[in-house]
T-cell receptor, first 113, second 116 residues
């Protein structure tokens, strides 16, 4: 069964304190791994898609990496405005429900000034 | 403002009421989705429409009834709901079914539903 596990559930950082969020996954055949950011009271906002092990993508203070079993979202020198819940999702190859996005429960990040 | 607009933003309804949630996208996408987001749970896919045809119904109770009159609009009709149906209901769209690709799904801001 395809599955996504995110850790930690919650993370508190001081402004400027770099850290990483983890997304572990099991999927029959990975079509894509997605990272989203969700602010309170809003829908998820797309950040990155990663397709194969070894791939990396960056956006401002965020860098996403992918291995065959997990993905990391590295946050460098975070600012309070980076506070949000970060969601990871995988999409598998195949017909039927296999092609749908499977989400993790998310990591709630709080960055204190 | 995102490319997917949901109304209303908040809804309180009694268990015997009938209400509808509306979703609108003008991104030219061909697939639209309803998701349910409950506290401490992952997003749950409810329905998928591709080119206005329902292609997936993820074992959702019949008290939830979707409608997709055209490629830009999606509705979720609600009736005889239970308190455990209280959640954030999110609409999303993508270029194609099984889409995502380099741009992911585009989500609306959701409707916060409370069933009393």
């Amino acid at each position: 069964e395809d599955q996504v596990t995110q850790s930690p559930e919650a993370l508190r950082l001081q402004e400027g304190e770099s850290s990483s969020l983890n997304c572990s996954y099991t999927v029959s055949g990975l079509r894509g791994l997605f990272w989203y950011r969700q602010d309170p009271g809003k829908g998820p906002e797309f950040l990155f898609t990663l397709y194969s092990a070894g791939e990396e993508k960056e956006k401002e203070r965020l860098k996403a990496t992918l291995t065959k079993k997990e993905s990391f979202l590295h946050i460098t020198a975070p600012k309070p405005e980076d506070s949000a819940t970060y969601l990871c999702a995988v999409q598998a190859y195949g017909g039927g429900s296999q092609g749908n996005l499977i989400f993790g429960k998310g990591t709630k990040l709080s960055v204190k000034p | 403002e995102t490319g997917v607009t949901q109304t209303p933003r908040h809804l309180v309804m009694g268990m015997t009421n009938k209400k509808s949630l509306k979703c609108e996208q003008h991104l030219g996408h061909n697939a639209m989705y309803w998701y349910k987001q409950s506290a401490k749970k992952p997003l749950e896919l409810m329905f998928v429409y591709s080119l206005e045809e329902r292609v997936e119904n993820n074992s959702v109770p019949s008290r939830f009834s979707p409608e997709c009159p055209n490629s830009s609009h999606l509705f979720l009709h609600l009736h005889t709901l239970q308190p455990e149906d209280s959640a954030l209901y999110l609409c999303a769209s993508s270029q194609d079914y099984y889409g995502g690709g380099d741009y992911g799904y585009t989500f609306g801001s959701g409707t916060r539903l409370t069933v009393v």
